[in-house]
T-cell receptor, first 109, second 114 residues
Framework: GQSLEQPSEVTAVEGAIVQINCTYQ??????LSWYQQHDGGAPTFLSYNALDGLEETGRFSSFLSRSDSYGYLLLQELQMKDSASYFCAVRAGTDKLIFGTGTRLQVFP | NAGVMQNPRHLVRRRGQEARLRCSPM?????VYWYRQLPEEGLKFMVYLQKENIIDESGMPKERFSAEFPKEGPSILRIQQVVRGDSAAYFC????????????FGPGTRLLVL
């Protein structure tokens, strides 16, 4: 089967750093994506890793280790507006995305 | 530069009625994907289409659900004889195609079946 596992919830305070892990088991792998979704909103693309290593985009960074079937999203200098759900997603065969169950991040003042 | 457009944003149907959800991809995108999201859950892939072709419908229920992406006009996800379990948010995404291309999501259609 195909599965992606993420922690269900993470809490942190403004200004802190938080890491959201994702482990995956899929048939076919082209890369790992991360999406942010606010309540009632649409998923918004954050990052994509096709190769091992760290990708940095502003306050957000994403890491992939293909040999470990593992990745993470790192959020720095947390702001209240970062409170949202974060999903990892594997690009599997035929371009479809297989999504994780999501991690709800709550940022407190 | 319009993003992915979906309509309606909210749709209420009674059991047994039909629901039609529309999706217009971003300009320059010819690949469309439909996903369903139940409350407090992740998105589940339903179907992947290119113009006039269904590429992958492995996530579509075998009955009552169909999708199309005609040569002209939006992609349509059609649900016949809706049941309460069909209540969910339905998101459309589009891309240029290819494993490296990012999928961009529309605002979704929230379907409520009474």
């Amino acid at each position: 089967g195909q599965s992606l596992e993420q922690p269900s919830e993470v809490t942190a305070v403004e200004g802190a750093i938080v890491q959201i892990n994702c482990t995956y088991q899929t048939s076919g792998f082209y890369g790992l994506s991360w999406y942010q979704q606010h309540d009632g909103g649409a998923p918004t693309f954050l990052s994509y890793n096709a190769l091992d290593g760290l990708e940095e985009t502003g306050r957000f960074s994403s890491f992939l280790s293909r040999s470990d079937s593992y990745g993470y999203l790192l959020l720095q200098e947390l702001q209240m507006k970062d409170s949202a759900s974060y999903f990892c997603a594997v690009r599997a065969g035929t371009d479809k995305l297989i999504f994780g169950t999501g991690t709800r991040l709550q940022v407190f003042p | 530069n319009a993003g992915v457009m979906q309509n309606p944003r909210h749709l209420v149907r009674r059991r047994g009625q039909e629901a039609r959800l529309r999706c217009s991809p971003m300009k320059g995108h010819s690949h469309v994907y439909w996903y369903r999201q139940l409350p407090e859950e992740g998105l589940k892939f339903m179907v992947y289409l290119q113009k006039e072709n269904i590429i992958d419908e492995s996530g579509m229920p075998k009955e009552r659900f169909s999708a199309e992406f005609p040569k002209e006009g939006p992609s349509i996800l059609r649900i016949q004889q809706v049941v309460r379990g069909d209540s969910a948010a339905y998101f459309c995404a589009s891309s240029r195609g290819g494993a490296e291309e990012t999928q961009y999501f529309g605002p979704g259609t929230r379907l409520l079946v009474l």
